[in-house]
């Protein structure tokens, strides 16, 4: 059987999630085959540009698996703009997304903006399961961890009212941060923070005066958690 060598980027910034993909593709290899991955990891935005502009540049990129919650770095915002960017420089490249959030809107926000051939949920994720997204990708099938899978059932369901950054505020106050924690993990201002808070409740009926129990209770209601 002929052997198909398939040039991977992974981007993440944590280095042992990074091993954990690098040492499921290695047991692909030997129990499965036909593939042989070349693989490059990077641990941040800019060193996946770095990859993309230079590794890449004569060497044909057949697969990315990006994690889109990666920290700003330049004028990169998150790994959705990474991801634009790889779509617009490489269409013939496959993207597997995976990332630890795991809400609606933000898997929205990722189908519309990357149309990821890939989108997988950490928290679903085994190494089989990322054997099985791998090997559907490459065959041209897409593969969605189960969370995804029941947001494409109801996407009609699911309007795009809320901005990225809307989303991740939501997101963090969900997880029980403070809203003056939240410009250490958000690239903005704490007035600007307190502003989109203002919007959020003006957008879902709540009075300016709303606990953020409050705004999180009605977000879950209209869907956005």
Same mark, same amino acid.
């Given at each position: 059987m002929k052997t198909e060598v398939i040039n991977i +980027?992974?981007?993440?910034?944590?280095? !042992? &999630?990074?091993?954990?993909?690098?040492?499921?593709?290695?047991?692909?290899?030997?129990?499965?085959?036909?593939?042989?991955?070349?693989?490059?990891?990077?641990?941040?935005?800019?060193?996946?540009?770095?990859?993309?502009?230079?590794?890449?540049?004569?060497? =044909?990129?057949h697969l990315v698996l990006l994690d889109i919650g990666l920290p700003q770095e330049d004028h990169y915002m998150s790994g959705l703009d990474l991801g634009a960017e790889i779509r617009k420089t490489f269409p013939e490249t496959r993207l597997i997304i995976i990332t630890g959030y795991d809400n609606f809107p933000?898997?929205?926000?990722? !189908?519309?903006?990357? =149309?990821?051939?890939? *989108?997988? &949920?950490?928290?679903?994720? =085994?190494?089989e399961g990322l054997v099985l997204a791998v090997r559907e990708v490459l065959e041209n099938i897409p593969h969605y961890t189960k969370?995804?899978?029941?947001?494409?059932?109801? &996407?009609?369901?699911?309007?795009?009212?809320?901005?990225?950054?809307? &989303? +991740?505020?939501?997101?963090? *106050?969900?997880?029980?941060?403070?809203?003056k924690e939240l410009p250490k993990l958000l690239p903005l201002s704490l007035a600007s923070i307190e502003r989109r808070k203002r919007k959020l409740k003006e957008l879902l009926n709540l009075g300016n005066s709303s606990s953020d129990i409050q705004l999180l209770n009605r977000a879950k209601e209209a869907g956005f958690l």
């Amino acid at each position: 059987m002929k052997t198909e060598v398939i040039n991977i +980027l992974m981007i993440d910034d944590h280095a !042992m &999630i990074l091993q954990g993909y690098v040492d499921a593709l290695k047991n692909m290899e030997r129990e499965m085959g036909p593939y042989r991955f070349a693989v490059e990891q990077a641990h941040s935005l800019g060193e996946g540009l770095a990859s993309l502009e230079h590794t890449y540049k004569k060497r =044909k990129l057949h697969l990315v698996l990006l994690d889109i919650g990666l920290p700003q770095e330049d004028h990169y915002m998150s790994g959705l703009d990474l991801g634009a960017e790889i779509r617009k420089t490489f269409p013939e490249t496959r993207l597997i997304i995976i990332t630890g959030y795991d809400n609606f809107p933000l898997i929205q926000k990722t !189908m519309e903006t990357l =149309k990821p051939e890939g *989108l997988l &949920i950490k928290g679903e994720l =085994k190494p089989e399961g990322l054997v099985l997204a791998v090997r559907e990708v490459l065959e041209n099938i897409p593969h969605y961890t189960k969370t995804v899978r029941k947001y494409l059932t109801h &996407i009609n369901t699911k309007p795009t009212l809320l901005d990225h950054y809307d &989303i +991740l505020l939501l997101f963090h *106050l969900s997880e029980g941060k403070q809203t003056k924690e939240l410009p250490k993990l958000l690239p903005l201002s704490l007035a600007s923070i307190e502003r989109r808070k203002r919007k959020l409740k003006e957008l879902l009926n709540l009075g300016n005066s709303s606990s953020d129990i409050q705004l999180l209770n009605r977000a879950k209601e209209a869907g956005f958690l």
